[in-house]
């Protein structure tokens, strides 16, 4: 009976630190989203929801842009309550993929811009193409994007297995 009693223990203190971990993960995106309520109404315009998503560390795959479109084209509000959002929120953590999908996934997108497969990126080519084309990024993303990166001795190109590695475990 002893040791039922401990296994009943053990679990209700597993369900209890799940919850912790939830109501932590529930203040933080309630605190981001704040952060982007510019009326202090608790909700969001349907134009920062991209930018809060990123902010939320959400990666913005074809899935998620497509969950993302499919969320405000159904929503057709200009403003979107909290509540509203965080469903959208759990539907994108629920289509996270997994590191090692991720990490695959970027491999493949570095790799076309490595035509010699070298294991490096020119830095220059590789701005301009991710300033310019799909999901722009923005000059000051893309400079914090690259403070990430290890560069080589001439300091013109970067190792992306390396650098993929290093996004992946600052995203964990």
């Known amino acids: 009976m002893s040791d039922n009693s401990n296994s009943i223990n053990n ?25 982007f309520d510019k009326e202090n109404d608790e909700k ?4 920062d929801l991209i930018d809060l998503i990123k902010a939320l560390g959400i990666m913005l795959n074809e899935e998620n842009i497509e ?3 499919n969320f405000i ?13 965080f469903d959208l929120y759990d539907n994108l953590i629920q289509n ?9 996934e970027l491999l493949d997108a ?23 084309f799909g999901n722009k990024l923005s000059e000051n993303e893309f400079n ?5 990166a290890i560069f080589d001795k001439s300091n013109k190109n970067f190792n992306y297995k390396e650098f993929i590695k290093t996004i992946l475990d600052n995203d964990s």
Do not use: H, R, W
Not at 44 to 47: E, K, Q, T
Not at 96 to 104: H, P, R, T, V
Not at 144 to 148: P, S
């Open 144 to 148: 914090d994007l690259m403070g990430k």
């Open 110 to 132: 570095f790799e076309f811009f490595d035509g010699e497969n070298t294991g490096y990126i020119d830095a220059n080519y590789f701005k301009k193409a991710i300033t310019s």
């Open 96 to 104: 996270k993929k997994s590191k090692e999908e991720e990490e695959k």
């Open 73 to 85: 084209a159904s929503n057709k509000k200009e403003k979107i309550p909290f509540e509203e959002f």
């Open 67 to 69: 969950i993302i479109q």
């Open 11 to 35: 679990n209700e203190e597993e369900e209890e630190e799940e919850k912790s971990k939830n109501n932590l993960n529930d203040s933080y995106v309630y605190e981001i989203c704040q952060l």
């Open 44 to 47: 969001i315009n349907s134009d």
